[in-house]
Structures are given as C-alpha cells and as structure tokens.
Nanobody, 123 residues
Framework: QVQLVESGGGLVQPGGSLRLSCAAS????????MGWYRQAPGKQRELVAG???????KYADSVKGRFTISRDNAKNTVYLQLNSLKPEDTAVYYC?????????????????WGQGTQVTVSS
C-alpha cells in the first residue's frame, strides 16, 4: 500500500522558516509530479508549489521568492522550504503525488495525498 507521510510543520514567528518533508513508501515503480497544497480555515485547498520528475517547478504567486520545492528521487521524498513566513501562510499543508505502483491486482497509476501537517505563523 502506497503512503505519503509528511513532517516538519509547527508554530513559527512571522519572518521565520520551516522545512516540510513528504516521503512516499510502498511498492512504488515511479513517482511523477509531486506537489504541496494548503488549506486555511474556511478556504479552499490551493496549490502552493509543484515539481515534475525532471525537476521543473511552479509556484503560486503568493509564495514565489519565499518558498522552494525540491525532491530527492532516490528517497521518494519531496521537500518544501518555507522562508519569510507570514501569518497568511497559516494552513494545513498537504503533500500530493502521482505514483505508479503494484498491488495484488496488478500495476496502477493513482493520485495520493498525505495526511496534512499544520503550519501556524504567529507572534
């Protein structure tokens, strides 16, 4: 069974930094696009940053220049470095990945989500 497990969230003061990690595990053949989304209370989930298997990245305008997405294909892990954090960055951050994998019924490609990690920016 494929799982995405996130870590690295927490409470930080405005202007501070955090690093989120998301590791995929299971009977994985390949991981294609990976990304980070966030959802603040009362708001829809939004894309924060994405990265292709070849390393091409994209960012939401609100985080450009402050957040950096990267991945380690050997470790099946994606990272999000959050710098110059603002109170409006407060949200639950979710990892997402398109993964090809195998199970008892054969091989598949599906979209997977992590459980979410809370990031709170407050003084």
């Amino acid at each position: 069974q494929v799982q995405l497990v996130e870590s690295g969230g927490g409470l930080v003061q405005p202007g501070g930094s955090l690093r989120l990690s998301c590791a995929a595990s299971g009977s994985i053949f390949s991981i294609y696009a990976m990304g980070w989304y966030r959802q603040a209370p009362g708001k829809q989930r939004e894309l924060v940053a994405g990265i292709t298997s070849g390393g091409i990245t994209k960012y939401a305008d609100s985080v450009k220049g402050r957040f950096t997405i990267s991945r380690d294909n050997a470790k099946n892990t994606v990272y999000l470095q959050l710098n110059s954090l603002k109170p409006e960055d407060t949200a639950v951050y979710y990892c997402n990945a398109d993964i090809s994998y195998s199970d008892y019924s054969g091989s598949h490609i599906d979209d997977f989500w992590g459980q979410g990690t809370q990031v709170t920016v407050s003084s």
